[in-house]
Nanobody, 125 residues
Framework: QGQLVESGGGSVEAGGSLRLSCTAS????????MGWFRQAPGKEREGVAL????????WYADPVKGRFTFSQDNAKKTVILQIDGLEPEDTGTYYC??????????????????WGQGTQVTVST
C-alpha cells in the first residue's frame, strides 16, 4: 500500500514563500499522477497543482498560476511544491495525493487513491 509523507508547511506573512514536499514510498511512483489539494476552513477541498511524477504536464489552478511551481527529486521519490507570493487566500491545509495510472490526471479529489496527512499553511497580512 502506498504512503505519502508531507512536510514544509508553516506560518508566513503575505508575500512570503514556502516549500512543500511530498515523499512517496512502497509503490511504483513513476506511474502516478501526483497532486496538491488544499482545504480552507468551511470550504471544500480543491486541487491547486497536478503533475505526473516525472514532472510532465504540470497543471495549476488559475489562482495559483505563476506563484506555485512543481519540481521533483526522483531519487528521493519526492515531489516539491514551491509557493511564492503567498496570499492570505492561500491559507489552509495542504494535502499531497497520488492517483494510480497515467491515463489522466484531473483535480478531482475522489479520483485519487492515496493521501498524505496534510500540512498547515497560514498566511497573515
Amino acid at each position: 500500500q502506498g504512503q505519502l509523507v508531507e512536510s514544509g508547511g508553516g506560518s508566513v506573512e503575505a508575500g512570503g514563500s514556502l516549500r512543500l514536499s511530498c515523499t512517496a514510498s512502497t509503490y511504483a511512483y513513476n506511474r502516478y499522477c501526483m497532486g496538491w489539494f488544499r482545504q480552507a476552513p468551511g470550504k471544500e477541498r480543491e486541487g491547486v497543482a497536478l503533475t505526473y511524477f516525472d514532472g510532465s504536464r504540470p497543471w495549476y489552478a488559475d489562482p495559483v498560476k505563476g506563484r506555485f511551481t512543481f519540481s521533483q527529486d526522483n531519487a528521493k521519490k519526492t515531489v516539491i511544491l514551491q509557493i511564492d507570493g503567498l496570499e492570505p487566500e492561500d491559507t489552509g491545509t495542504y494535502y499531497c495525493a497520488a492517483r494510480r495510472g497515467t491515463d489522466y490526471c484531473l483535480p478531482i479529489p475522489g479520483e485519487f487513491d492515496y493521501w498524505g496527512q496534510g500540512t498547515q499553511v497560514t498566511v497573515s497580512t
